[in-house]
């Protein structure tokens, strides 16, 4: 089992910057694959970036140049840095994590935090 918990969400201006935070426990964190995903009202969940154990990443087109992800393995933590926000990026945000894959069928997944750009 893997507990995540997100953290770091907000309200901010376009063209802000916003760190998101996810903790995760309850296993061998350094081996497993992490991503971040949102959702925005009315939309389905859509994939935003990932990083496997070897930290290779993974970005959606509309984020690329914008949003980084990163992990701490000392701490058990993912990073997404996102850079100039968009009123689009609005969505509750959700960390994900999973053995092998990064997709939608990660196994675990956090409670989510709320990201909201205004314009």
């Known amino acids: 089992q893997v507990q995540l918990v997100e953290s770091g969400g907000g309200l901010v201006q376009a063209g802000d910057s916003l760190r998101l935070s996810c903790a995760a426990s309850?296993?061998?964190?350094?081996?497993?694959?992490m991503a971040w995903f949102r959702q925005a009202p009315g939309k389905e969940r859509e994939f935003v970036a990932g990083?496997?154990?070897?930290?290779?990443?993974y970005y959606a087109d509309s984020v690329k140049g914008r949003f980084t992800i990163s992990r701490d393995n000392a701490k058990n933590t993912v990073y997404l840095q996102m850079n100039s926000l968009k009123p689009e990026d609005t969505a509750v945000y959700y960390c994900?994590?999973?053995?092998?894959?990064?997709?939608?069928?990660?196994?675990?997944w956090g409670q989510g935090t709320q990201v909201t750009v205004s314009s």
């Open positions: 990083i496997k154990w070897s930290s290779t990443t």
């Open positions: 994900a994590a999973d053995p092998t894959q990064i997709g939608a069928s990660m196994n675990y």
């Open positions: 309850g296993s061998t964190f350094n081996s497993i694959a």
